[in-house]
Structure formats: C-alpha cells, structure tokens
C-alpha cells in the first residue's frame, strides 16, 4: 500500500502563486498515472490534473493555462506549480493514483483570499 504525504499549501491572495507537494512511499508509484484532486468546502473532490509514468499531462478546463503537474519518480514526488490562483480554486488538495487505488492523505489546504 503507497502512503501519501501532500504540503505546500496556505493562504495566497488572488493572482498569486503557490507549489504544492505530494511525497509517495513505494515502488508502485513509479508505474502510475498520479492525479491532483481538489475538495472544496460542500463539494465533491474533482480531478484536476493527472500525468502518466511517461510524463503525459491532462488538465481540467478550470485549470488549464494556469496549473502545472509534473512528477520525479526518483525521489516518488509529485508537484503541482499554480499561478494565478482565483477565490474559486480555494480547496483542500490531495494526490492520488488515477484511477483513485490508494488511501487518501490528508490533504492540504490552499485558501486563496479576493
């Protein structure tokens, strides 16, 4: 079973940037497709980006321009670079494998203030 660990969030006025981090123990992870998801407060959690072992990149529309996935696979991380954070992407973000097969972290929290 991978444990994941995600950090890197906190408060960031709108327009602002932030990178969070998703740390994977395990060698499954080096074989999976990862996926950044995000819960708003009320909402479902929604896949927002996902990149491949070979480094192919999916994007929802909310985000695309402005949110970056990547991965090393050596060190088992995955990023999420985010520039021009809006209010409306203020939510706890998770990392998991795509499709979900792994326990859930606990998340971090990215408020973003207008």
């Known amino acids: 079973q991978v444990q994941l660990v995600e950090s890197g969030g906190g408060l960031v006025q709108s327009g602002g940037s932030l990178r969070v981090s998703c740390a994977a123990s395990?060698?499954?992870?080096?074989?999976?497709?990862m996926g950044w998801y995000r819960q708003a407060p009320g909402k479902q959690r929604d896949l927002i980006a996902r990149i491949t072992s070979g480094l192919i990149t999916v994007y929802a529309d909310s985000v695309k321009g402005r949110f970056t996935i990547s991965r090393d696979n050596a060190r088992k991380m995955v990023y999420l670079q985010m520039n021009n954070l809006k209010p409306e992407d203020s939510a706890v973000y998770y990392c998991n494998a795509f499709p979900v097969g792994w326990c859930w972290g606990q998340g971090t929290q990215v408020p973003v203030s207008s």
């Open positions: 395990g060698n499954a992870f080096v074989f999976k497709t």
